[in-house]
């Protein structure tokens, strides 16, 4: 279970911090219009990166967790939707170390 659980927050961290990066980007498009020229690739490729390749992975990872830790529904739709709206994959992943290990997460094997 500790290693579904690295592997969900990797993607977690990674998924959310694309997401963060795309709203950033296209809300300074809204402010500023004239940044469109130079924000326009960073819009495309982070938002095919994210929806196309990270979005799907992270979707994968919080299955795999949810499905190894035996929690219930609730759970794996909150992490799903938690890939929908910025800063939300942060909390949602601080949310699950805190009850799943209430200790603190484990350090990895050797």
Same mark, same amino acid.
Request: hydrophobic share 55%; aromatic share 14%.
């Given at each position: 279970?500790?290693?579904?659980?690295?592997?969900?927050?990797?993607?977690?961290?990674?998924?959310?911090?694309?997401? +963060?990066? $795309?709203?950033?980007? &296209?809300?300074?498009?809204?402010?500023? +219009?004239? $940044?469109?020229?130079? &924000?326009?690739?960073?819009?495309?490729?982070?938002?095919?990166?994210?929806?196309?390749v990270l979005y799907p992975i992270y979707m994968i990872m919080?299955?795999?967790f949810v499905l190894k830790a035996k929690l219930n529904l609730a759970y794996l739709l909150a992490m799903l939707l938690a890939g929908f709206v910025p800063g939300v994959a942060f909390v949602v992943e601080w949310y699950l170390a805190r009850k799943i290990y209430p200790e603190g997460i484990p350090r990895r094997r050797a």
């Amino acid at each position: 279970m500790d290693a579904a659980f690295r592997r969900y927050r990797l993607m977690s961290f990674v998924t959310g911090t694309t997401l +963060l990066t $795309l709203f950033l980007t &296209l809300a300074l498009h809204q402010w500023d +219009l004239s $940044l469109w020229k130079s &924000l326009r690739p960073v819009v495309v490729i982070d938002g095919v990166g994210h929806g196309m390749v990270l979005y799907p992975i992270y979707m994968i990872m919080s299955f795999q967790f949810v499905l190894k830790a035996k929690l219930n529904l609730a759970y794996l739709l909150a992490m799903l939707l938690a890939g929908f709206v910025p800063g939300v994959a942060f909390v949602v992943e601080w949310y699950l170390a805190r009850k799943i290990y209430p200790e603190g997460i484990p350090r990895r094997r050797a």
